[in-house]
Structures are given as C-alpha cells and as structure tokens.
C-alpha cells in the first residue's frame, strides 16, 4: 500500500544550524505540501509544490526553503533565519480529490 | 477569501453520546469540503469527503457530514462516541490549489 514517509519523527536544531526534514511519496502524486503545526493554529502552509522542479510559497515560508528534484521527493530545510522553528511538521501529498498526510516530524531546538 | 471556521475549539462529551462538530466555509463556487481526524503525535487521516451529489456523505469510523449550502455548513456527526474518538479533527476546504484548513476542535471522551 503506498504512502508518505517522513523522516526523523524527532528533530533537534541547535542555535544558527539548518536542519532538512525529508518527505517521501510512493502514491505518484504530482503535488506535494509543507504544513506547519501549532497548538491552537491549525495546519499553516509553508511551502507547496504541484509539479518537479516548481514549487510556490505558502503562507509562511519566510525561514524555509524547499526543493522538487524528483516527483517521489520534497524535503523541507528550516534555516537559520526561522526564529521559532519549535513545532510539528507535516507533509502531505495530493490529487484533486484528497490529500495523504505523512506521521509527522516534531522538530525543537536545543 | 476562502476560509474554513470551526467555531469549538475544544467539546466534551460522554461515550455513547452523539457527536456534532461544526464546520463553516466561505469559496465562491461549489466547495470540495473534507474531514480528517488526528491522535496526538499522529499525521492526519481523511474522515469523508464531499465534491457534489447527496449532500449527506458517509465516512469511515462511523461518521457522516451533511453537507448545507444555505448555511455553508459542513458538520461532523456521529451518534454514538467512542473513547477511541478522542482526537483533533479538522475541516478543510480545497482552494485554488491548495488545502485550507479550520483550526480544529479537540475532542475530548469521558467514560
């Protein structure tokens, strides 16, 4: 059964270090999403990608970069610049009628 | 703007009882309109889905969503709770091209 796999499911930055969480789909999604999530926030869009090599900001992508070199890849760097990078991370994967969610990446700063 | 209001942010209720989420959109045209539910530490699992047809759509888990244009409501029920509920549930509409989501009800089962 296909589905997505993030990686690590725990994550710890140090100060001025950029960290990548990776996210990988074997379901041939063309779409991929980064979600950021904050207790009472709901999910946050950070970064989305409809098709490889293009990808578009989401609502908060200042601190984040992404890539789309492959259709079955998009990790997510959370850089230096991302002063409170202290949250939960998901990745998604979609076709027009639904989106598949990855467990997730808790990422905290040491 | 499109926009998704889950009015409770946090319902109680005992097991056995029934259930209502509330869920309000704002889209301009005809809203694909999605549940998911989440446990703690968990990613999100798709509960339901409407796209058009019978506005009353089931789901897995025993739930089901009535979907009411006139009100722009697309509420989560089940009649009888299981402790095994006991999540945070998001509804979403799809936009443009992305998903938007409420900010989520935590739900919470007494025994």
């Known amino acids: 059964d296909g589905g997505i796999t993030q990686s690590p499911k725990y994550l710890f930055r140090k100060e001025g270090q950029n960290v990548t969480l990776s996210c990988e789909q074997n379901?041939?999604?063309?779409?991929m999403y980064w979600y950021r999530q904050d207790p009472g926030q709901g999910l946050r869009l950070i970064y989305y990608?409809?098709?490889?090599?293009?990808?578009q900001k989401g609502d908060i992508a200042e601190g984040y970069s992404v890539s789309r070199e492959k259709k079955e890849s998009f990790p997510l760097t959370v850089t230096s610049a991302q002063k409170n990078p202290t949250a939960f991370y998901l990745c998604?994967?979609?076709?027009?009628?639904?989106?598949?969610f990855g467990a997730g990446t808790r990422l905290s700063v040491l | 703007a499109q926009s998704v209001t889950q009015p409770d942010i946090h319902i109680t209720v005992s097991e056995g009882a029934s259930l209502e989420l509330r869920c309000n959109y704002s889209y301009g045209a005809t809203p694909y309109l999605f549940w998911y539910v989440q446990s703690p530490g968990q990613g999100l699992q798709l509960l339901l889905k409407?796209?058009?047809?019978?506005?009353l759509v089931q789901g897995i888990k025993g739930f089901e969503a009535e979907f009411k244009r006139s009100q722009s409501s697309f509420n989560l029920r089940k009649p009888s709770v299981h402790w095994s509920d006991a999540a945070e549930y998001f509804c979403?509409?799809?936009?443009?091209?992305?998903?938007?989501f409420g900010t989520g009800t935590r739900l919470q089962v007494f025994p």
């Open positions: 409407y796209f058009s047809g019978d506005t």
């Open positions: 979403a509409v799809r936009g443009t091209d992305k998903l938007i």
């Open positions: 379901l041939n999604h063309d779409a």
């Open positions: 998604a994967s979609s076709i027009p009628n639904g989106s598949r």
């Open positions: 990608s409809q098709i490889v090599n293009d990808f």
